[in-house]
């Protein structure tokens, strides 16, 4: 492993609460053998446990890149990912079991110990370069987020981006960083060819309910400024109001699609909060310290939306519940998308434009 500076624990422990970070607790994943639950013997000086946790890197040697989704209530066929784990550490996201399959904690691993994929912009050259390989737009993101900080030094995303851009190969991308800005050099015109489109989802305005939930992601007014640097620069935008998460920020949905449609956005989505596997647990731990008064309700509501269940993986409902709660969190969406215009369809990628570049093993130069 490379660590990025600093200070080791250990996978199943208990940590105090970690500046910074959004799980509490690393719970031991579902795969392995053994449990872990940790006990106050009174011997452990709670002042000489490290109250901050640093990032650790680990390379990721997969062999291909492009994921197929076969998940009938997805809206695209192929996804890219260039990290495995999210340092934004958001407490709700739904990518969180996917760390037990590496050995990893859902819970505070998945914020700290990332795997990244420096290879992935060869992978994605050579799969275009297949000479049977024909165009299908491709997804950036869409598990764990690909402008989170560790894009700052790793610049895996913009190196994929340079390859889409040289094939003129069609790629959207889902962020909740404005670390997105960064990349207009390539993304305007690659947009001015209906090559690109992006998804910016915003949770709350509340600048200090996302500190807590989303303790390393972009602040709610710089998300709006990354909407509408994208839009004035040509780039379909379409805004997520991901998660809406009930008697948090199920109360903020019109002010937020306002918010964002008068930034620039064409579009939006909504999820309602998903909590699958070790994700019900996190989750609940995360309310009763952070939001313990309104933690009883929160889980109540969700009940609700998920027939009884704190979670329900139905194909069709999963992303949007269930009973009364959720249909009116449906009816809410649709008229106010339909009132301020946020109803258009985002524009269709182009396919056509797709080429190899001259020179490249399977295209011959002119000379």
């Known amino acids: 492993m490379e660590d ?18 959004g799980a509490r607790s690393n719970v031991t994943g579902r795969y392995e053998k053994f449990a872990y639950e940790p006990f106050d013997d009174g011997w452990t000086d709670d002042d000489a446990v490290p109250r901050q946790l640093r ?15 076969d998940s ?32 990893y904690s859902p819970g505070l691993d998945f914020e ?4 990244v994929k420096p290879d992935a912009p060869k992978l994605l050259e050579e799969r275009f370069l297949h000479p049977k390989y024909r165009p299908e737009p491709i997804v950036i993101g869409a598990n764990t987020d690909c402008y989170q900080p560790i894009e700052r030094e790793q610049q895996i995303t913009r190196e994929l981006l340079k390859v889409f851009s040289r094939f003129n190969h069609p790629v959207s991308l889902i ?3 404005a670390l997105i800005l960064r990349d207009l050099d390539i993304l305007a015109p690659m947009a001015a060819k209906g090559l690109v489109r992006a998804a910016i989802s915003v949770t709350t305005l509340d600048r200090r309910l996302a500190r807590d939930m989303e303790p390393r992601a972009a602040t709610p007014s710089k998300r709006l400024d990354a909407i509408r ?16 998460i009930p008697a948090l920020t199920d109360r903020e949905l019109e002010k937020i699609l306002e918010a964002a449609a008068e ?4 579009s939006a989505g909504y999820v309602l909060l998903r909590l699958p596997q070790e994700i019900k647990d996190l989750f609940k731990e995360w309310l009763a310290t952070a939001r313990p008064d309104s933690a009883s309700h929160v889980m109540s509501l969700i009940r609700q939306t998920r027939g009884g269940k704190e979670y329900d993986s139905t194909w069709g409902k999963r992303q949007r519940g269930d009973g009364p709660y959720a249909q009116i969190i449906a009816r809410r969406f649709r008229a106010t998308v ?8 985002a524009p269709g990628l182009r396919v056509d434009l797709f080429q190899r570049p001259l020179g490249s093993k399977n295209q011959a130069a002119l000379f």
């Open 4 to 21: 990025a500076g600093g200070t080791a624990f250990f996978t199943g422990t208990s940590q105090p609460l970690i500046r910074g970070r």
């Open 338 to 345: 339909e009132r301020i215009g946020l109803n258009r369809p």
């Open 175 to 177: 962020t909740k960083s």
């Open 263 to 266: 930034a620039g956005a064409r």
């Open 55 to 69: 990032t650790v890197t680990i390379k990721d040697t997969s062999r291909t890149i492009v994921n197929r989704n």
């Open 72 to 103: 009938p209530d997805i809206s695209f066929d192929w996804s890219i990912n260039p990290y495995r784990g999210c340092e934004h550490g958001c407490i709700y996201c739904y990518a969180r079991p996917s760390h037990a399959y590496w050995g």
């Open 229 to 244: 640097g994208l839009s004035a620069a040509g780039i379909p935008v379409t805004v997520m109001a991901a998660p809406v």
């Open 112 to 115: 700290s110990v990332l795997f």
